[in-house]
């Protein structure tokens, strides 16, 4: 079997099946949660979403206008995976066809995840588009290469964030690229073909920096943070030989600048994250976008080692590494072990969301502070759903798409995974999906309407009074109704304990405020000393907790 994959005719078969074996992955495996939420961002194309750039929506919405099922959702993810691998092929000089294959097949989460629609696909290919066109600019400053510089840039932004650190380790790697004019005419056209969504996160108030870097910041360290992000980098290359993988990449020795820049990339993208650890979780995904220089630099010190023990390490483990993916791929098509909890989230999604269709009778349904939910529930069964995000659980994209005004005055379905915001009410229960729902009508919540504090952080002593001077910013084109008129009220909160809440009703009627440019409102600060963060809030729905009507203001009480 071995010989089959050395040999270099053979490389189309090895892409084809790979491809193959991906389409049929993607045909019968079921939305994942956040595939389901980027599917409904390619129903609302823009040029900025909430969580991540516009990327990932454009490719689905590419791929579920062929295919109105996974397939098409998947279908750009599968076209840039394989593209990716050709790219790969193409960089790696002087290239051992049998330790590339033997890579690839120790390097699960390639195979598995390279279906995903997620914008980590994207992320890796932009990157190694990157890297391709980075190494011919060495080669030669053209304008030809000047502009795919910067477009690839571009791309890669627009595809996730991350990128822009594979940029500046390449420049840390040869800061001679500041005495390169064409080097600036590349920053300069990446500038303007990404100032659409830079524009897009100003006219937002920039809701991704303040999510990324304020809201999931945790309010203390922990040593578990730092030991899963290093597990996490190891399973995530390959379960059973990610570690030797890195182990090679790290001691791999670089012989060009092009080598360099990868090795710098490698080693700052992982040191990066590692020291972002102090300050919260850090994802394992987080760092995809250096599979290229991964690969690479391993397969460079593998073979010029003299394929001595690591080269039998990988020949040893490979068959095993497959049958794990070939049994991760089965249990992603088929719950074949029901009563343990393994991405629940990808099986009995169309039983669920049809039993919810069936409590609904027609109505719109609206689902309590998840946004996995909702979109799940509109592709499989095509209907009408919300979701209504309380002021003491995360934003999301649904925080600013107009849909509530088509639900003001309406029936609808509530439903909610936390029993308490609807108690002894009916439910679903589905394979390990268990939500509870409630008919509630005339129903009406206002998310669009934000309130801008103006400061963002200050000192004050326990159980002060203060007034609050904040902006009044009406998101609605159109009137906005009202059934009973609500008071605008604020909401404690503190990382420092979860349990711990306070909401407050204020004596401002949401009416009275939207006829105003700016308004105040007395807060009283919390009894006990400590950290936290002051929202303004809107009741909404019956039992609920209000909705989250501003930016987050950090109130140290001491």
């Not at 270099?8 to 099946?17: F, G, H, I, S």
């Not at 932004?157 to 420049?171: A, E």
């Not at 690229?177 to 920053?187: H, T």
């Not at 649904?398 to 639900?407: A, T, V």
């Amino acid at each position: 079997m071995i010989r089959f994959f050395t040999k270099n005719q053979y490389k189309n078969t090895v892409l084809a099946l790979w491809a193959l074996l991906a389409i049929l992955q993607a045909c019968f495996t079921e939305l994942m949660d956040d595939e389901a939420y980027y599917w409904v961002y390619s129903n609302h194309l823009a040029w900025g979403y909430f969580d991540h750039p516009p990327m990932v929506a454009l490719l689905i919405k590419a791929g579920y206008a062929l295919f109105h099922n996974e397939l098409g959702v998947r279908l750009g993810m599968i076209v840039l995976n394989l593209f990716t691998l050709i790219l790969i092929d193409k960089l790696i000089p002087h290239k051992n066809n049998i330790v590339f294959y033997l890579i690839l097949a120790g390097m699960g989460a390639m195979q598995i995840g390279g279906i995903l629609a997620v914008p980590d696909i994207p992320l890796i290919f932009f990157a190694t588009l990157y890297f391709y066109i980075y190494r011919n600019f060495l080669e030669s400053q053209s304008w030809k290469n000047t502009f795919l510089l910067g477009l690839s840039m571009a791309l890669m932004f627009y595809s996730k964030y991350h990128g822009v650190l594979l940029v500046f380790f390449t420049l840390l790697s040869n800061l001679s690229l500041l005495k390169v004019y064409r080097y600036y005419i590349a920053v300069i056209i990446t500038t303007l073909l990404f100032f659409p969504h830079i524009y897009w996160q100003y006219t937002h108030d920039f809701p991704s920096l303040q999510y990324h870097l304020v809201e999931r910041n945790a309010s203390s360290y922990d040593i578990s943070y730092t030991l899963d992000y290093i597990l996490g980098q190891v399973l995530l290359f390959g379960p059973l030989v990610g570690w030797l993988l890195l182990y090679n990449g790290f001691r791999a020795q670089v012989r060009t600048g092009f080598e360099r820049a990868l090795k710098f990339c490698l080693v700052g993208v992982l040191a990066f994250f590692l020291l972002s650890t102090l300050k919260g979780r850090v994802e394992a995904n987080w760092t995809v976008m250096i599979f290229a220089p991964l690969v690479i630099l391993a397969h460079q010190a593998i073979v010029r080692q003299g394929l001595s023990l690591s080269f039998r390490i990988l020949k040893s483990t490979w068959v095993i590494s497959l049958l794990v993916v070939f049994v991760a791929r089965i249990y992603m098509v088929w719950d074949f072990v029901p009563g343990i909890e393994i991405r629940p989230e990808i099986h009995h999604n169309r039983e669920w969301t049809s039993a919810v269709a069936a409590k609904a009778q027609g109505r719109p349904v609206v689902f309590l502070n998840s946004y996995q939910e909702p979109s799940k529930y509109m592709f499989y069964t095509g209907g009408v759903s919300y979701s209504l995000n309380s002021v003491h659980a995360r934003r999301s994209q649904y925080n600013y798409w107009h849909m509530e005004e088509e639900l003001w005055g309406k029936d609808v379905l509530l439903v909610s995974n936390h029993r308490p915001y609807i108690p002894d009410q009916d439910s679903v229960f589905v394979g390990q999906r268990k939500l509870w729902c409630r008919v509630d009508s005339a129903y009406y919540s206002y998310s669009l309407i934000q309130f801008v504090p103006a400061v963002t952080a200050f000192t004050v002593k326990p159980g002060e009074e203060f007034t609050l001077k904040l902006g009044v910013k009406n998101g609605y084109d159109s009137k906005v109704l009202f059934d009973k008129d609500p008071f605008v009220g604020y909401a404690f909160s503190s990382k420092a304990d979860e349990d711990w809440r306070k909401t407050v009703e204020g004596s401002l009627l949401l009416s009275d405020a939207l006829q105003r440019d700016s308004v105040e409102v007395l807060v009283v600060a919390p009894d006990v000393k400590g950290k936290y963060t002051l929202k303004i809030a809107v009741p909404s729905v019956r039992g609920m907790d209000p909705t989250h009507n501003s930016p987050g203001v950090k109130v140290t009480v001491e």
